[in-house]
C-alpha cells in the first residue's frame, strides 16, 4: 500500500511517500504502528504515552478521513489503498 506524507511530516519524514507491504487483515492503527517504526522521527508528533495516534494528526484512507469510517482506525487495509497524513492546519 502507498503512504502519503504532506507538509511537515514530509520535511520530518525526508519522503513524500513510500511503499508499506503488511499481510492481510492489518489494521490501519496497525499500519501506523510499522510507518513510526520504519520513520522513528514521527513517533512524537503521531503518537501519545499509549501509542494512540494523537486527534491532531490527520489521517487518510483513500481520500476519506479515517475517524468518519465505520470502523475507523480498526479498518483492514488492503494492499490497493493509500494512506495519507497531514499535520494540523492553521491559519486565516
Known amino acids: 500500500m502507498q503512504v ?6 514530509r520535511l520530518l519524514a525526508k519522503a ?3 511503499q508499506l507491504d503488511l499481510p492481510d487483515g492489518t489494521t ?3 499500519a501506523i504502528q510499522e510507518i513510526v517504526k520504519a ?3 514521527l513517533r512524537p ?3 501519545n504515552d499509549q501509542g494512540e495516534l494523537f486527534p491532531h494528526v490527520h489521517a487518510f484512507l483513500n481520500g ?3 475517524a468518519t469510517l465505520p470502523a475507523g482506525f ?3 487495509l488492503s494492499a490497493q489503498d493509500r494512506l ?3 499535520p494540523p492546519i492553521a491559519g486565516g
Open 4 to 9: 502519503n506524507f504532506y507538509a511537515t511530516f
Open 16 to 18: 513524500k511517500s513510500f
Open 28 to 30: 490501519i492503527t496497525q
Open 39 to 41: 520513520y522513528p522521527v
Open 45 to 47: 508528533q503521531w503518537l
Open 64 to 66: 476519506a478521513k479515517v
Open 74 to 76: 480498526n479498518t483492514i
Open 84 to 86: 495519507d497524513f497531514f
